[in-house]
């Protein structure tokens, strides 16, 4: 009886986890779907094609980042987790190194230009590589 309402309960949780991470991933297409937006009222040609091409950057670096790292290390920490021979912490680490190499690879202009356009731009970047995790999950 326990079991059956462990499972149910996980179940439960599963399924909320699987909407908020639909959720979350509308929430940076939309994101970055207004910056684009934003990006294309912008008067001076250089400017506007230095932010296109920065989004599109940080677009392509997260996803080879987060395909790099889920082959390397991702997945067995998952079943890991899964099993509980591996602690959730592991898996946040991983989050931070993608961060990290994202931070790493970006040209400083890029950077530059996406945090005078975006703001906070460290937290669009984790977004973004939630969004890849997301669909990388989703495509397997």
Known sequence: MQNSIQD??????????TL??????????????????????IDDDNQRNLVLA???????VATKTVKSIEQ????????????GTTSRDDLLVLGRQAYDEVIKTL??????????TLG??????????????LELKEAA
């Open 8 to 17: 149910i309960l996980t179940n439960l949780a599963l399924g909320v986890l």
């Open 20 to 41: 908020l991470c639909a959720y979350a991933m509308l929430y940076i297409k939309k994101a970055k779907a207004k910056v684009i937006a934003e990006a294309q009222q």
């Open 54 to 60: 920065a989004i599109n950057r940080l677009d392509d």
């Open 72 to 83: 390397t290390a991702a997945k067995a920490i998952r079943e890991g987790v899964k099993s």
């Open 107 to 116: 040209e400083p202009e890029y950077l530059a230009v996406l945090t005078t």
């Open 120 to 133: 906070d731009v460290d937290a669009y970047i984790q977004h973004t590589i939630e969004s890849k995790v």
